[in-house]
Each structure stands twice: as structure tokens, then as C-alpha cells.
């Protein structure tokens, strides 16, 4: 019973082209979140939907547009992929509750030749 | 600005052992601080919370300490096994409504298990 899950685990692309990383999870939150993690192990956020609605977008380039079908939903499209896209993005979601911790999904590592 | 340190940025001790490792924050306002540990190819799992009136909190071989006061955060591992082997972070959320809540990575310590 996976939480959240993600797919593909591994994307291999040319610059370039476009790509969609899909993201589910079955824990009944309402918000959900993209990270980008480098190269030095750094997460960053992306990206936070609640219940279907942007609430976060953190300065990242409108080549990135997260698409919430339904709350159990946050898929990631990336338009004309560049090099410096490549590393491992992580889906997450959290509960209502103030102490809920962030679950995570295994990551999407993207690489971009 | 809203900020999250850890040290050291990686550590290798030999099975068996105890360790340290180190986080201090800046964050205002403070809702709760994370530890999650995240293994190779994983992404991060949360090993315990502390809200502002704990200061600390185990969670099996892990014990996590917080003093809200100096802003820091430790998490003390017990007799080390191989599967400790990970990257552990250390996270610090700044609202109390998850939907809008601030929540700040630090970059991790890095922990190799040697048999």
C-alpha cells in the first residue's frame, strides 16, 4: 500500500523535449507538494496545491506547470527541458493536522542530456 | 530569513557506536520541528516531531532533543547499525496550518555505518 507514489522512477530525456512526472497519493490529504532536490542533497519546494488550488509557487521557471486533476492528484509537466533540470524530484502530501509530518514519494530522478 | 543548518554536513563512525548530529534554526514564527531520515533512492521518512514545549522525544535508537531558547536541535542515535546508514534532515515549519505553512529543509548530514 504505497502512500505516495510516483512515476516514472527514471527519466532519461533530451534537451529539449517535454516530460510529465505523475504523482498520486491515497492518504486523503488535501495539500500536496513538488520538491526539487540538487545535487547536494538540498530539497527545495516547488510547488503546494491544496484541495486542487495553487498556494505555493516558488520562483520557478513557467517551463514547470503542476496539474491537479483531483487533491489525490499532482502531476508535474516540464516544457523544453534544459540540463540544469536534472536531478531528482520528489512528490509529497501532509494532513490537516498542524503536526502531520510531510510523505514523501521515492522520487523521480530526472537526467537531461 | 527563515533558515536551517545542520552539522556535520557528513559523518562515518563504525557500527555499534553512538552519534550526534546537529541542527540549528532561525526560523520565526515556530510551529514544530522534523527529523526525517532518507536512505539512497528513497525519498525522506519522519522519525519524530517536537512542538515549542518539548524538548525531547525518542523514537527507538533516536532520540531527538530541541531547545527552543538557543534554537537548536540534535538528534542522538544509539548504538549504530548499517541500516542507519542515510541522509538525515532536519525540518523546521514556521505555521501551524499545514495548508500554508513555511516549512525549511536543512541540507542534511550524511552518516556512513562502518562494519
Known amino acids: 500500500d504505497t502512500a505516495v507514489s510516483q512515476t516514472p522512477k527514471y527519466l532519461v530525456t533530451q534537451m529539449g523535449n517535454d516530460k510529465s512526472i505523475k504523482c498520486e497519493q491515497n492518504l486523503g490529504h488535501d495539500t500536496m507538494y513538488w520538491y526539487k532536490q540538487d545535487s547536494k542533497k538540498f530539497l527545495k519546494i516547488m510547488f503546494s496545491?491544496?484541495?486542487?488550488?495553487?498556494?505555493i509557487n516558488e520562483t520557478v521557471p513557467n517551463r514547470f506547470s503542476p496539474k491537479s486533476p483531483d487533491k489525490a492528484h499532482l502531476n508535474l509537466h516540464i516544457n523544453s527541458l534544459e540540463l540544469g533540470d536534472s536531478a531528482v524530484y520528489f512528490c509529497?502530501?501532509?494532513?490537516?493536522?498542524?503536526?502531520?509530518?510531510?510523505?514523501f514519494g521515492n522520487g523521480t530522478r530526472l537526467t537531461v542530456t | 530569513k527563515n533558515q536551517v543548518e545542520q552539522s556535520p554536513q557528513s559523518l562515518i563512525i563504525l557500527e555499534g557506536k553512538n552519534c550526534t548530529l546537529q541542527c540549528n534554526y532561525t526560523v520565526s514564527p515556530f510551529s514544530n520541528l522534523r527529523w526525517y531520515k532518507q536512505d539512497t533512492g528513497r525519498g525522506p521518512v519522519s522519525l519524530t516531531i517536537m512542538t515549542f514545549s518539548e524538548n525531547t522525544k525518542s523514537n527507538g535508537r533516536y532520540t531527538a532533543t530541541l531547545d527552543a531558547d538557543t534554537k537548536q536541535s540534535s538528534l542522538h542515535i544509539t548504538a549504530s547499525q548499517l541500516s542507519d546508514s542515510a541522509s538525515y534532515i532536519c525540518v523546521v515549519s514556521s505555521n501551524r496550518d499545514s495548508s500554508a505553512s513555511k516549512i525549511i529543509f536543512g541540507s542534511g548530514t550524511r552518516l556512513s555505518i562502518r562494519p
Open positions: 496545491y491544496n484541495n486542487k488550488e495553487l498556494i
Open positions: 509529497a502530501s501532509v494532513g490537516s493536522s498542524y503536526n502531520s509530518p510531510l510523505h
